[in-house]
């Protein structure tokens, strides 16, 4: 079992343009949640997704949006992107109703 | 306000010598408490949460309601202790995850 997936591992993106990542849940896992880590802070929560649907919302604007598959993949997506959206961009998979998240390696993201 | 405050960003060991990391949280209603830990080149990974009260690695939990912290103990440091540690909490089953900002340990030899 391959955990959770992430990709790509890294990129770099100029001021105003968009991005896209995407991340493969641990086999057997339902729910996708993003986190958003700053350089020396801890993950912040994004949003959550299950059953292709946006269930909760952290303090995040609409230029940040998602989208779950049916095969429980998801993606990630940024618009305009801002110098300050440099960050580590963590998934993380579990089981609606079962206790545990597992976390991917997550991917770098680089606004210049 | 939701919230989870790690003081100490830095936290420095003798290898043999006792940790403590400290935990505080703001939380309206009864939250899950976590502890978790990323190694270097590592994913973040669960260390331990305090309803299983379990002892992990050594590392132990207590959950002080009185005084809303979540110290991390462990009695005999080693040097693979050695990461960051982020404490952490959550509400209903499912919730998202309120990350406090780490500290990081470093055990010297």
């Known amino acids: 079992d391959a955990g959770v997936t992430q990709s790509p591992t890294h990129l770099i993106k100029t001021r105003g343009q968009q991005v896209t990542l995407r991340c493969s849940p641990k086999?057997?896992?339902?729910?996708v949640s993003w986190y958003q880590q700053a350089l020396g802070q801890g993950p912040q929560f994004i949003f959550q997704y299950y059953e292709e649907e946006e269930r909760q919302r952290g303090n995040f604007p609409d230029r940040f949006s998602g989208h779950q598959f049916p095969n429980y993949s998801s993606e990630l997506n940024v618009n305009a992107l801002l110098l300050g959206d440099s960050a580590l961009y963590l998934c993380?998979?579990?089981?609606?109703?079962?206790?545990?998240?597992?976390f991917g390696s997550g991917t770098r993201l680089t606004v210049v | 306000a939701q919230r989870v405050t790690q003081p100490e960003k830095l936290l420095s060991v003798f290898k043999g010598a006792p940790v403590e990391l400290k935990c505080n949280y703001s939380?309206?209603?009864?939250?899950?408490l976590f502890w978790y830990v990323q190694y270097s080149r590592q994913r973040l990974q669960l260390l331990l949460r305090h309803i299983s009260r379990e002892s992990i690695k050594g590392f132990t939990a207590d959950l002080n309601k009185g005084e809303t912290s979540f110290h991390l103990k462990k009695p005999f440091a080693q040097e693979e202790d050695s990461a960051m540690y982020y404490c952490?909490?959550?509400?209903?089953?499912?919730?998202?995850?309120?990350f406090g900002k780490g500290t990081r340990l470093h055990i010297l030899p």
């Open positions: 086999s057997g896992h339902d729910t």
């Open positions: 993380a998979s579990s089981l609606v109703g079962q206790d545990g998240y597992t």
């Open positions: 939380y309206s209603g009864s939250p899950e």
């Open positions: 952490a909490l959550s509400g209903l089953r499912d919730d998202k995850i309120i």
